[in-house]
Nanobody, 121 residues
Framework: QVQLVESGGGLAQTGESLTLSCTAS????????MLWYRQAPGKERELVAH????????IYIDSAKSRFTISRDNIKNTTYLQMHSLSPQDTGVYYC??????????????WGRGTQVTVSS
């Protein structure tokens, strides 16, 4: 079994920063793309950023460009989302998602349970 666990969410003031972490554990052979989604209250879940396995390529939602940075540590099976200049529009539950091949060489689409980020004005 493979699981993702997010951490680092919490309450921030406008303009402050938070860093989210997501660690994969279990019967892992290889972790491919890692992604961060968020779901604001009353809205659909949206992709915020994703990063390739080698960490060389990343893509961001327009509102996150220049403010958020996604990175990963393949030794620790962890991805990070550094968020700067936070605004109330960044409020939501942030979910980690990853494409993971397990030890049985089955490719899984794995989701974490999410971590709440609340930004006050």
């Amino acid at each position: 079994q493979v699981q993702l666990v997010e951490s680092g969410g919490g309450l921030a003031q406008t303009g402050e920063s938070l860093t989210l972490s997501c660690t994969a554990s279990g019967s892992i052979f290889r972790i491919n793309t890692m992604l961060w989604y968020r779901q604001a209250p009353g809205k659909e879940r949206e992709l915020v950023a994703h990063i390739t396995r080698d960490g060389e390529n990343s893509i961001y939602i327009d509102s996150a460009k220049s403010r958020f940075t996604i990175s990963r540590d393949n030794i620790k099976n962890t991805t990070y989302l550094q968020m700067h200049s936070l605004s109330p529009q960044d409020t939501g539950v942030y979910y980690c998602n990853a494409n993971i091949k397990n030890q049985a060489l089955v490719t899984l689409d794995v989701w974490g349970r999410g971590t709440q980020v609340t930004v006050s004005s």
